[in-house]
Structure formats: C-alpha cells, structure tokens
C-alpha cells in the first residue's frame, strides 16, 4: 500500500485548503488512515486520523480540532483533510500514511505506505 498526498499550496492566514490523500495497492489490511505534519525545524507531529471501515470514527489533534475536518471516500481509496481557519503556524510538509488499526493514532511509527508530502504555506 502506498499513499500519496497532494493539493498543498500558498495560503493567507484565515483561509481554507483541501488536501486529498490517494491510496493504491491492496487495501484490505488498512484499518485507519491519518494526516501528520512536519514544520520547518519541528518533529512530525499527528494531526488527525480516520477509521476506514465501519462509522469512520475520527481522532484529531487538540491543536486543529474544529478547524481540521478529516473524510474518506472508500469507493476512490481517498482522505481527504479541509483546513479552515488556517494559521501561521500551520506552515508544513502534510503527510498521509495507513495503519492496521485504530489505537495510538499519534504515534507515526504504527504507520505504513509513507508517500511524497505536500508543502503548505500559511502566510501572516
């Protein structure tokens, strides 16, 4: 399994972004999906995951929770992430990756499928 994020860009402070989240290869083995950033200098931090089967339970980070919304089209294995209310601060490489499950979503080293990030730049 692999997955690719894209539709990062230039933003201004307050403004909106979706970045989207393309899985390929066999996807019987994902049981979650989530979003990490890395800022300039920072460590990878979680951001939000989603459960890909089932209700599609959601665990988001306490920095982007009510501004970050995280959704799955299991049809087209995509996630997807809107960002609303963006800030300086939300200035990254976004990364998506899969997990087999639905327990310790902050910790990258549960994930797989590692893609390519997508830079996001939030200006003051």
């Known amino acids: 399994v692999q997955l690719q994020a894209s539709g990062g860009g230039l933003v201004q402070a307050g403004g909106s972004l979706r970045l989207s989240c393309a899985i390929s290869?066999?996807?019987?083995?994902?049981?979650?999906t989530g979003w990490f950033r890395r800022a300039p200098g920072k460590e990878r931090e979680f951001v939000a995951a989603i459960r890909w089967t089932g209700g599609g339970s959601a665990q988001y980070a306490e920095s982007v929770k009510g501004r970050f919304t995280i959704s799955r089209d299991n049809a087209n294995n995509t996630v997807f992430l809107q960002m609303n209310f963006l800030k300086p601060e939300g200035t990254a490489v976004y990364y998506c990756a899969a997990k087999t499950d639905f327990f310790r979503n902050y910790d990258p080293r549960k994930y797989y499928g590692w893609g390519d990030g997508t830079l996001v730049t939030v200006s003051s």
């Open positions: 290869g066999r996807t019987i083995s994902v049981g979650a």
